[in-house]
């Protein structure tokens, strides 16, 4: 199953149960993307949760630390890069024109790209996180950015295949047990489908001013590329009608829960 296909089983569940909306759209993608065992059967519903009991030891873990760190953090400039990049006239889209190009030449793709993570230094931080008292440790398995960070089975556009070239989760992962910390990851990839609309877009004003930006760019433009063989879509998932009012900013957080004319992932 791939990612899209994923994408849209959340997206037809989700208006119908919303009692746990982001825990079951995690823990789902989460199992079928390979981190959790299949034998970890999850459903958002409430005779579903009951079968999963707090464990024991979280009870006096009182502080643990998450590290929300991806590619995102490549421009330093906040966590929802890679959708206010492409709205035009944000102070995010400005930063971007000034220090990477414009967005139709250079998108979130490239930002992937441009994010070697070469100081990375897992066992150096998770030490310092076990000596500031930390009992658990979270990292992020992916954003809506929809860039997974571990080797995934079902999505190319990943950080071994891209990027750093390197299994950011499984490095997380052995600094954590290496230091006697509970170790956990969180998913963020069921909204990529909505989230990344603004990629769609294009400038309304200036010397740019309709020139797509790269959100619906496929593999057949890939040619002579960096990215050549893969397919934007896969990352973006962008080749669908946008959600009523998508040119509003703030409606991303009234659809947020796949209602209100939001646009639901098709196939």
Same mark, same amino acid.
């Given at each position: 199953?791939?990612?899209?296909?994923?994408?849209?089983?959340?997206?037809?569940?989700?208006?119908? +149960? /919303?009692?746990?909306? @982001?825990?079951?759209?995690?823990?789902? /993608?989460?199992?079928?993307?390979?981190?959790?065992?299949?034998?970890?059967?999850?459903?958002?519903?409430?005779?579903?949760?009951?079968?999963?009991?707090?464990?024991?030891?979280?009870? =006096?873990?009182?502080?643990?630390?998450?590290?929300?760190?991806?590619?995102?953090?490549?421009?330093?400039?906040?966590?929802?890069?890679?959708?206010?990049?492409?709205?035009?006239?944000?102070? &995010? $889209?400005?930063?971007? +024109?000034? &220090?990477?190009?414009?967005?139709?030449?250079?998108?979130?793709?490239?930002?992937?790209?441009?994010?070697?993570?070469?100081?990375?230094?897992?066992?150096?931080? +998770?030490?310092?996180?076990?000596?500031?008292?930390? &009992?658990?440790?979270?990292?992020?398995?992916?954003?809506?950015?929809?860039? =997974?960070?571990?080797? @995934?089975?079902?999505?190319?556009?990943?950080?071994?295949?891209?990027?750093?070239? #390197? =299994?950011?989760?499984?490095?997380?992962?052995?600094?954590?047990?290496?230091?006697? /910390?509970?170790?956990?990851?969180? +998913?963020?990839?069921?909204?990529?489908?909505?989230?990344?609309?603004?990629?769609?877009?294009?400038?309304?004003?200036?010397?740019? #001013?309709?020139?797509? $930006?790269?959100?619906?760019? @496929?593999?057949?433009?890939? #040619?002579?590329?960096?990215?050549?063989?893969?397919?934007?879509?896969?990352?973006?998932?962008?080749?669908?009608?946008?959600?009523?009012?998508? /040119?509003?900013?703030?409606?991303?957080? #009234?659809?947020?829960?796949?209602?209100?004319?939001?646009?639901?992932?098709?196939?």
């Amino acid at each position: 199953m791939n990612r899209r296909s994923l994408i849209k089983n959340l997206a037809v569940i989700a208006p119908s +149960v /919303l009692l746990a909306d @982001s825990a079951a759209a995690s823990y789902k /993608l989460a199992r079928q993307s390979g981190l959790l065992h299949p034998q970890d059967s999850f459903q958002p519903t409430w005779e579903s949760l009951r079968q999963f009991e707090t464990p024991e030891w979280f009870r =006096d873990a009182k502080f643990g630390i998450w590290a929300h760190w991806g590619p995102q953090c490549q421009a330093e400039a906040g966590d929802w890069y890679a959708r206010e990049m492409y709205m035009e006239g944000n102070s &995010k $889209y400005n930063y971007h +024109v000034s &220090k990477y190009g414009h967005p139709s030449v250079f998108g979130f793709k490239d930002v992937i790209n441009a994010w070697k993570a070469e100081k990375w230094n897992p066992d150096e931080l +998770v030490g310092l996180y076990k000596n500031a008292g930390a &009992k658990y440790f979270m990292a992020l398995a992916n954003h809506h950015d929809n860039f =997974d960070l571990y080797k @995934s089975k079902h999505h190319r556009w990943n950080s071994v295949n891209l990027g750093p070239k #390197k =299994d950011i989760i499984g490095g997380w992962q052995q600094a954590a047990r290496k230091n006697g /910390l509970y170790f956990g990851a969180s +998913v963020h990839a069921a909204h990529a489908w909505s989230w990344y609309e603004t990629a769609q877009r294009s400038d309304l004003n200036g010397p740019k #001013k309709g020139i797509p $930006y790269d959100g619906r760019l @496929s593999t057949k433009d890939g #040619k002579g590329t960096w990215w050549q063989g893969y397919d934007p879509q896969e990352l973006y998932a962008q080749n669908h009608p946008l959600s009523e009012n998508s /040119l509003d900013n703030n409606m991303i957080h #009234k659809q947020w829960n796949w209602g209100n004319g939001v646009a639901v992932p098709s196939a």
